[in-house]
């Protein structure tokens, strides 16, 4: 149990049924009357955003959430094989348990799976990676870092804006939180 006092940003908590992660809050002390929390809470399953209000001191049971370290090795069909890290036993999700990540995977790469009893709540990906580009149209001479960008496709399909100067064949390092594109790789 977590008191409502000790709500923070990221911390996870069991409503309805579900698990909910803080992801804003205010504690509120008017002048005539008791204390409360307002917070905005989000569903770590269907990523729907709530605001709700807790009285001060309210305790709400804490979800325990298990992040476990795993690789994935290779894609079956609709299916994404996952070794832990720590048992070297295989696992397996489906690409509505990864999300829009799923864009961004690549082989050997290793991710945190975050689960919630027998249920993955998220894939965590690393905040970058570094991805060939397949796809773009050709550089000129001319296009600089200052100029505009142009879309690309990485090989692991996902679409990236890049700059101009970009072509097929170079690696470059991409932001798997926002899409942006952080650098060239050598």
């Known amino acids: 149990m977590i008191s409502s006092n000790d709500f923070r940003t990221g911390v996870t908590i069991e409503l309805d049924g579900s698990v909910w992660r803080v992801i804003e809050f205010l504690h509120v002390k008017p002048g005539k009357g008791s204390a409360f929390v307002r917070t905005k809470l989000k569903n770590a399953q269907t990523g729907s955003v709530v605001e709700r209000t807790f009285r001060a001191g309210e305790t709400v049971p804490?979800?325990?959430?298990?992040?476990?370290?795993?690789?994935?090795?290779?894609?079956?069909?609709?299916?994404?094989?996952?070794?832990?890290?720590?048992?070297?036993?295989?696992?397996?999700?489906?690409?509505?348990?990864?999300g829009d990540r799923v864009k961004y995977l690549k082989e050997e790469m290793e991710v945190n799976v975050l689960t919630w009893g027998e249920k993955v709540i998220e894939v965590e990906l690393p905040n970058s990676v570094v991805l060939e580009v397949t796809e773009t149209d050709p550089g000129v001479k001319g296009d600089t870092a200052t100029g505009g960008t142009k879309p690309a496709t990485v090989?692991?399909?996902?679409?990236v804006m890049v700059p101009l100067f970009i072509s097929i064949g170079e690696k470059v390092k991409i932001d798997t939180r926002d899409d942006s594109y952080l650098?060239?790789?050598k």
């Open 155 to 159: 090989e692991t399909g996902a679409q």
């Open 62 to 98: 804490q979800a325990n959430l298990e992040k476990r370290t795993k690789q994935f090795t290779y894609r079956e069909a609709d299916q994404f094989v996952f070794m832990d890290m720590e048992t070297y036993e295989e696992s397996r999700l489906n690409e509505s348990q990864i």
């Open 183 to 185: 650098g060239r790789e």
